[in-house]
């Protein structure tokens, strides 16, 4: 059986960090592209960061650009992000997800397995 467990969400004001966790069981971990997404009040879920399997390609959305930073541990079956200068529209629920292959993709079409998300709330 296939999980992701993410922690290390909370609340900070403007300009805080945070560093996200997702620790995987149940596949491969190496094997598969991971990525971050967030859904805020009201929205659909949108992607903020992918990562191949070994970590050698990565994107993000634009609006972190600059601020976030995706990473992994295979040895640790743990992908990571690291969030630097939170803005207020940050906020949001924040979930792991395997991809179907081992490329960093954008889409939420290519990811099959999902965490159930923790919570980051940035204050102005």
């Known amino acids: 059986q296939v999980q992701l467990v993410e922690s290390g969400g909370g609340s900070v004001q403007a300009g805080g960090d945070l560093r996200l966790s997702c620790t995987a069981s149940?596949?491969?971990?190496?094997?598969?592209?991971m990525g971050w997404f967030r859904q805020a009040p009201g929205k659909e879920r949108e992607f903020v960061a992918s990562i191949s399997s070994r970590g050698l390609t990565s994107y993000y959305r634009s609006a972190v650009k600059g601020r976030f930073t995706i990473s992994r541990d295979n040895a640790k079956n743990t992908l990571y992000l690291q969030m630097n200068a939170l803005k207020p529209e940050d906020t949001a629920v924040y979930f792991c997800a395997f991809a179907k292959g081992t490329l960093a993709t954008t889409s939420n079409i290519n990811y099959n397995f999902w965490g159930q998300g923790t919570q980051v709330t940035v204050s102005s």
């Open positions: 149940g596949r491969t971990f190496g094997d598969y592209g």
